[in-house]
């Protein structure tokens, strides 16, 4: 048989696959209007990734706390999941999906039905405060002064989600190492492979004989790395594809061998 296409190729994979892990990054969010972090119109293009570093944030709540608003809180209540969302959240309940490792801190993922998901850098759904620890929904804080404070004892409310120079919380963490180990596919959608620590769980998952499918309109850090089938295109329409194939008859005749 000649190349396959590698649609069929990596739905032939993924209806095999005893285990498989879905690793996404914020590109899988772009077409639900959420900017990613690079590239263009990343979202570091105008602001300083210093504003959530958090010794910066530690020493200039209030600075930090204007960006953070602007990226993180004006867009989320509007952004809904897209496709790509919804047919990883298909896999799982069709049991072809065993995990969702995700970057993001947007919830898409849950909102779009997936259940086993870790946000390796946490989410914008719950705040604490600093000083006393107390836990706040965002619609338990007022936004119109910069920091939020807290209503028990005045400290600075800050996001769960992981700063820079903070540590991966330990749930999200063990479950990403593990399912590194267990996969025997890890599909990644939508991320650059830049940041540490999130970025060597690919690599590991690799190191452990996973195969490598990757969903991104570009290459990534690990296109000529460690993936096996590039899917180039953006997440919607490569997802929808992918979709058709998974759940087509015909695939059934190729994974019984008939030819
Ligand atoms: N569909 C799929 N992928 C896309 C799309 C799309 N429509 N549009 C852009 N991309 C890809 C880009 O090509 C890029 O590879 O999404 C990726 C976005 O990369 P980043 O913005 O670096 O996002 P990510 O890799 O998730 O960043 C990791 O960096 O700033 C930190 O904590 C932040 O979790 C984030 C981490």
Redesign the pocket.
């Known amino acids: 048989m000649g190349m396959m296409d590698p649609f069929r190729e990596a739905a032939l994979l993924l209806k095999r696959s005893r285990y498989t892990t879905a690793f996404?990054?914020?590109?899988?969010s772009?077409?639900s209007g959420i900017p990613?972090?690079?590239?263009e119109g990343?979202?570091?293009s105008k602001y300083d990734?210093k504003t959530?570093d958090l010794q910066y944030f530690l020493e200039d709540p209030t600075g930090s706390w204007r960006v953070i608003k602007e990226i993180f809180y004006d867009f989320f209540d509007t952004a809904k999941p897209n496709k790509?969302h919804q047919v990883l959240a298909r896999m799982e309940q069709e049991g072809m999906l065993g995990c969702t490792i995700t970057?993001?801190?947007d919830y898409l993922h849950q909102e779009a039905g997936s259940r086993v998901v870790y946000e390796?850098?946490g989410n914008t759904k719950s705040l604490r405060c600093l000083h006393c620890n107390r836990a706040y929904k965002p619609g338990q804080m007022s936004l119109d002064h910069f920091p939020p404070t807290c209503r028990e004892c005045g400290g600075v409310l800050k996001p769960d989600?992981?700063f820079?120079g903070e540590s991966i919380p330990q749930i999200p963490l063990g479950a990403a190492y593990e399912a590194a180990s267990l996969s025997d596919v890890f599909l990644i959608?939508?991320?650059?492979?830049?940041?540490m620590p999130?970025?060597q769980i690919p690599v590991m998952a690799k190191q452990y004989g996973a195969k490598i499918i990757e969903?991104?309109?570009?290459p990534?850090n690990y296109t000529l790395h460690i993936t096996d089938i590039f899917l180039q295109?953006?997440?919607?329409e490569?997802m929808e594809k992918l979709e058709g194939q998974l759940f087509s008859a015909a695939l059934d005749n190729d994974e019984n061998g008939v030819d």
């Open positions: 996404t990054g914020a590109g899988i772009v077409e990613p972090f690079r590239g990343g979202l570091w990734p959530l790509a970057q993001n801190i390796f850098h989600f992981v820079f959608i939508g991320t650059t492979g830049e940041v999130a970025n969903v991104n309109p570009e990534s295109g953006k997440a919607t490569v």
